[in-house]
């Protein structure tokens, strides 16, 4: 199988790959450069353990192929903190106990990223409509979505 | 260790051209599939181990991305438009609201920054919750193929579960809709095993708009998905609902008829006659909610 070479910006850093036509995003992340925050749940994207943000947007890396992503911007979870530092959400979340086994804890915090870029100040209901494709099988949820509401009142995903 | 097999072997080949299209479809023939969002084809992939050769992503062709409206011409929706950006466009906010509604029961949000309309088109899946909302603005196909362009209604487009009138050499370029009827309201019911981001049990579309040329005043537009091989629209319930001076009684009576007419097969999400059941509770549920606002 043919290979193709490709640019990704990941985190502000350009990274050249070289990857097999049916390496997914996720794998290219994972397998390729050991980025291994992003995290492979079911691989049909439902879950959104891999959820990671394309151009400022978020999607299922396991359901996007890294050669149809070249040239584009990536952001994961290791490009969130900056100088050790956690952004609002994140500390929110630790601050909130919204995790647990922290295998979803991630792709939750890439989508509320997200969300509160697009929407700093969302209602309950908003939190859960953009939270759908996440799932959490120790919290309840609860405290996810209180920690969300938390850092959209001290200064959103940033 | 992957926690799934990943996806089988394949080639990835990029379209620039409609020119590059016909020519690697002509040359590659049934080994060869249109890669557009992927959010169902990469996941039929996985659960068969198997899929095709080759995968030819059509969506930087021109246009697939492209949305543009005026009150003239309508709307039109290239075949590759995320459903994020199909629901997030101010014209189709104020005109088209019904597809904004069923586009975002689609899935998950992340999902949706990939699914595009134009594949949930050609899937072709009587569940689909583009369809009803699809059927009830009137929605036509644009089809191209090395002769040129042909265009086909929905109920044309779509001939069975999965199965669609594209021939071997062609595809789905966009999607159309007339601009509605002044004064158009409408709502997407969705029933599913869980109130957000599952597939539709049964999923009912409605627009309605005054009409003083009929008896009720009001038109009415019903698509259903999910109880038939594919969506569909109630030509005669909708006729029985403009021939009639609206009252609560004839609104009901109208779903009873659609429930009537539906023909949904028993499945893994629900059964037969509880699937009837819905198609009734959710018409007259969303014809009540269009006619409160016209009445």
């Not at chain 2, 599913?192 to 009720?216: E, F, H, N, Q």
Request: with cysteine; charged share 20%; hydrophobic share 40%.
């Amino acid at each position: 199988m043919a290979k193709h070479t490709i640019t990704l910006i990941i985190n502000g850093q350009t990274e050249e790959l070289l990857v097999p036509s049916n390496m997914t995003l996720l794998h290219a992340l994972r397998d390729q450069l050991g980025m291994t925050g992003t995290k492979n749940g079911c691989e049909a994207g439902e879950c959104g353990a891999c959820t990671v943000l394309v151009d400022g947007e978020p999607v299922n890396s396991c359901l996007a192929l890294a050669v149809e992503l070249d040239g584009r911007e990536i952001t994961t979870i290791e490009g969130l903190s900056s100088n050790g530092k956690l952004t609002p959400l994140q500390q929110a979340f630790a601050d909130l106990n919204a995790v647990q086994c922290g295998y979803c804890t991630p792709g939750m915090l890439m989508a509320a990223t997200a969300l509160l870029r697009r929407n700093p100040e969302p209602t309950s209901e908003d939190i859960q409509k953009a939270m759908v494709g996440n799932l959490c099988r120790c919290t309840g949820y609860q405290r996810i979505i209180d920690a969300i509401m938390e850092a959209s009142h001290q200064g959103g995903a940033q | 260790m992957l926690a799934r097999p990943g996806l089988p072997d394949f080639e990835y080949i990029k379209a620039e051209t409609s020119q590059d299209v016909f020519e690697q479809m002509k040359d590659k023939g049934d080994d060869l599939k249109l890669l557009m969002g992927g959010t169902d084809l990469f996941v039929q992939m996985r659960d068969r181990g198997e899929g095709p050769g080759f995968l030819l992503d059509v969506k930087n062709l021109p246009g697939m991305q492209e949305i543009s409206f005026d009150k003239k011409n309508g709307l039109k929706i290239g075949a590759a438009v995320a459903l994020n950006s199909l629901s997030g466009h101010p014209n189709i906010q104020k005109y088209y609201s019904v597809l904004c509604q069923a586009a975002d029961t689609v899935g998950n949000y992340q999902l949706r920054n990939r699914a595009t309309l134009g594949g949930n088109i050609c899937n072709a899946s009587p569940s689909a919750d583009m369809s009803p909302a699809a059927l009830v603005y009137e929605g036509k196909v644009f089809l191209e193929n090395p002769r040129g362009e042909r265009e086909l209604s929905l109920d044309q487009f779509w001939i069975g579960p999965g199965k669609t009138a594209l021939e071997k050499d062609e595809f789905l370029k966009r999607i159309q809709f007339p601009t509605p009827p002044d004064k158009a309201v409408g709502c997407y019911h969705k029933l599913g095993r869980s109130k957000m981001g599952d597939l539709a049990i049964v999923g009912v579309a409605l627009l309605a708009y005054p009409d003083s040329t009929t008896p009720a005043g009001i038109q009415f537009r019903i698509g259903i998905n999910s109880t038939a091989p594919t969506a569909y629209r109630v030509p005669s319930v909708e006729e029985f609902l403009a021939q009639n001076p609206i009252t609560d009684e004839i609104l009901y009576k109208a779903a009873e008829g659609a429930m009537d007419i539906s023909a949904p097969i028993e499945d893994q999400r629900a059964t037969a006659i509880y699937q009837k059941k819905m198609v009734r509770n959710l018409v007259y549920k969303g014809l009540r909610e269009v006619w409160e606002i016209l009445k």
